[in-house]
């Protein structure tokens, strides 16, 4: 059963904007993702290489952060139900490092709507930004979504 609580491609405005609930990185976060990836990099998994890096510390994996970044975009709501397909990371910049213990929200704000009468719906380009608690901008990019027209 599909429940709808996201929005269809017509309710989409420019300019429409959302924000996440905060997620705190953990260590474990951190080891899981190594262990799933094979990303074993000192930076990451080290704790003494980290010391004598420019950071000073262990620092998430830019994909983790891109993958929590996914997460807490799901977790808005705003395509629950309704998202055809997550079609392209349009750009994406990894600005500063997440380290563990940091809390990350994602802001999104649509930036461009085309319809695709002919895949039910239409194309959302979402510009993102995974902040911290410090409301730094650690990750920023667009992403472009497929989502379901209203049904008749």
Same mark, same amino acid.
């Given at each position: 059963?599909?429940?709808?609580?996201? *929005?269809?491609?017509?309710?989409?405005?420019?300019?429409?904007?959302? +924000?996440?609930?905060?997620?705190?990185?953990? =260590?474990? @976060?951190?080891?899981?993702?190594?262990?799933?990836?094979?990303?074993?990099?000192?930076?990451? +998994? @080290?704790? =003494?290489?980290? *010391?004598?890096? /420019?950071?000073?510390?262990? /620092?998430?994996?830019?994909?983790?952060?891109?993958?929590?970044?996914?997460?807490?975009?799901?977790?808005?709501? /705003?395509?629950?139900?309704?998202?055809?397909?997550?079609?392209?990371?349009?750009?994406?910049?990894?600005?500063?490092?997440?380290?563990?213990? @940091? +809390?990350?929200?994602?802001?999104?704000?649509?930036?461009?709507? *085309?319809?695709?009468?002919?895949?039910?719906?239409?194309?959302?380009?979402?510009?993102?930004?995974?902040?911290?608690?410090?409301? @730094?901008?650690?990750? *920023?990019?667009?992403?472009?979504?497929?989502?379901?027209?209203?049904?008749?």
């Amino acid at each position: 059963m599909n429940i709808q609580r996201g *929005k269809y491609f017509e309710e989409f405005e420019l300019g429409m904007s959302f +924000t996440s609930p905060g997620r705190t990185v953990t =260590e474990s @976060d951190i080891v899981s993702f190594a262990g799933l990836s094979g990303d074993y990099t000192q930076i990451h +998994t @080290d704790a =003494e290489f980290s *010391k004598s890096t /420019v950071v000073g510390e262990r /620092v998430a994996h830019g994909l983790l952060g891109l993958a929590i970044a996914s997460g807490l975009a799901v977790r808005t709501g /705003v395509l629950e139900g309704t998202v055809i397909a997550f079609r392209e990371i349009v750009e994406w910049k990894f600005v500063k490092p997440i380290f563990i213990g @940091d +809390t990350v929200r994602v802001t999104q704000e649509v930036v461009e709507l *085309k319809s695709l009468p002919r895949l039910g719906g239409g194309a959302v380009n979402i510009e993102l930004r995974l902040l911290n608690q410090h409301d @730094d901008v650690v990750m *920023k990019g667009v992403w472009k979504v497929l989502v379901s027209s209203t049904p008749e």
